[in-house]
């Protein structure tokens, strides 16, 4: 299970606008506005793939401990 928490912390960490993000990541700014509010139910892992490479960290980072 993913730890989607972390994208709105990580976001503002690293002073990154929601389109910022979605450059960085290729996914767009809608999607990442639903994971940030918590509307996004399950993802897939192509979409936590991006969202690694869009804040340069591993996808296991989004992993629940």
């Given amino acids: 299970m993913f730890d989607l928490s972390k994208v709105l912390l990580w976001r503002t960490k690293q002073n990154l606008t929601q389109a910022e993000l979605s450059k960085r990541s290729g996914l767009t ?36 401990k």
Wanted: glycine share 12%; hydrophobic share 35%; net charge negative.
């Fill in 29 to 64: 700014i809608q999607t990442i506005s639903k994971i940030e509010n918590g509307q996004c139910g399950n993802v897939d892992t192509k979409t936590i793939e991006k969202l690694a490479v869009g804040f340069g960290v591993e996808p296991e980072a989004f992993l629940k």
